[in-house]
């Protein structure tokens, strides 16, 4: 039974919320513009100096940021005192959960990479004690005092419940979803700091958004294409999530509803269409009806992994690699078409594996998101390779951390279930 809270109860709950907004204001205010003084902090937030004092002492009592000395001015007046983030002060570690290996990284206060380690071939029903010495270890390799650690980041490839932070489902990891307990037991561990667990494609997304791009090209869709397709959404520099944090599975979005199953139950979506499996699937049912062709003759050489195969007859220029390539283009055109109608978003990314297919590929999704798209703003629409490569996941995630430095634990998923 839900009761109502006493008002002076809620009033100072909401105060606290405010002041630790504001903290993650003033924070991330100095980091982007440091040196900074208080008083131009207080005209960037509109905060009274008073209030602004108050918040920049808290930092520096927690070490976050530090005083620089006296800044330039043009009265005759006392000089201000500039603020800067504290970088060596204080670290974050993010890590990422893949289908065949955990990695994950250690970073200071302005999101330098200081340790980097991977763990190969896990078992999921062990996965919360192989995330734990993957911590244990990053530790250990940065060399640094674990009270300095501010928390942990954690990207996932499934649809999270953030009501007990388990995994509902993953197409990408076979029963990931049949183990409910490695989010406590990581958390358990590292009981003094926050452990923020998130699909891996919004922390991609949030990386090409807050340091690739800069937040400068406004909200922007990251497409994510491995073993799956996953799809993170920046709105107002924020991660999109939606009421119950499944928005952005564009990979299940229905492209046929006649075509395949999908491993989430349902027919023809993307993923069973430009996922990297799907593509070798598809190829390889070309390949067998032809009995002919590059991609033919190197998987009946069984020398190379398959996907290499095919990229490899892909660049010979192999008929059925070229086909079922262009074919994957125009179902991704598709989607993003159906994202750009439905969010009025412009600027898309795409990464992962796909972007080994090149020039040619991401041209021909270029070419056909312009021909399907409203004259009104067609050619306004952006498609472009990610330039952040491997380490997105890694990066977004301690990148948000950090963006969200004294955000209460609760409030990251805000989804109001």
Known sequence: MITKQPNDYVKIANQQLIKQNNLTLVFNLINRYEPISRVKLARLTRLSPTTISSLVEELLENELVMEVGAGKTNSSGRKPIMLKVNQKSRFVISLEVKKDKNSGGVYDLKCNEIARKSISEYDIAELGNGLISLCEELIEESKLNRNNFLGIALGIPGIINYRDYTVVSSTVIEKLHTNKTFYTELSNRFSNIPILMENESC???YAEHTIARSGREGDNILIDINEGVGCGIIIDDNIYKGAW??????????????????????????ETLVSIPAILKRALKAAEEKKSGVFWELVQKKDLPLFDSFLKAYEDKDPVALETVLHAADCLAFGINNAVNLLDIRQIGISGRI????????????????????????????????????????LGGARYLLDNIYRPKRDFANQGI
């Open 355 to 394: 972007t080994k297919f090149g020039k040619l590929f991401i041209d021909r999704v270029k070419q056909k998101v312009k021909s399907m798209s409203f004259d009104l703003y067609g050619d306004k629409i952006q498609v472009n390779y990610s330039v952040l490569g491997d380490d997105t996941v890694v």
């Open 203 to 205: 922390f991609a997304a």
């Open 245 to 270: 944090g499944i928005a952005g599975e564009l990979g299940h979005m229905t492209i046929d509803m006649n075509g395949e199953h999908c491993e989430c139950g349902n027919r023809g979506c993307l």
